[in-house]
Each structure stands twice: as C-alpha cells, then as structure tokens.
C-alpha cells in the first residue's frame, strides 16, 4: 500500500484511479489536518468484504478451518460431476 497525498491524487486524478482500477494497487490519502482516506479498486474492496463476512460468522470460520485440516491431511475426495440430461 503506497501513500499519497491529496494534491497530487487531485491532479492526476485519472491515473491514480487506472492503477487502482487496473493493476490493483492500493492508495492511503493523506490529507493536511483530517482524517486519511483509502482509494482501493471495487474488485478488491468486494474480495475484502467478503472475506470478511465468511470469517465474520463463527459457523463459517469454523467450517474453512475444518475444510483446511482435512485438505493439509489429505482427506480428498474425488467426485465426478453429474451431467444434466
């Protein structure tokens, strides 16, 4: 995460968001005497969010760390799909 401060986002308004928007890099802006911001792509923030709605629920939390063990133990199971006729 790199930081930049308001002015400069300001000015270059277009190519700090085609960096977000494009090669996923995420921004802090900083500003003189308030609070700083974020400036993150969609994808990302919907990615962040999601995660943090499955580790949010301790049935889901509890679930993926059930679904790890099994996987670093090597309990797979192989299914052939079903085909629809």
């Known amino acids: 995460m790199k930081a930049v401060n308001y ?20 921004y802090i802006i900083t500003r003189k005497n308030e609070k700083n911001v974020v400036m993150m792509s969609a994808d990302e923030y919907d990615n962040l969010m999601e995660n943090f709605h499955l580790l949010g629920h301790e049935v889901s939390r509890n679930s993926l760390s059930e679904s790890k063990r099994q996987l670093e133990a090597g309990l797979l199971v192989n299914s052939a799909l079903l085909e629809e006729e």
């Open 7 to 26: 002015s400069t986002v300001r000015n270059h308004l277009k190519e700090y968001m085609d960096r977000v928007a494009e090669d996923y890099e995420t």
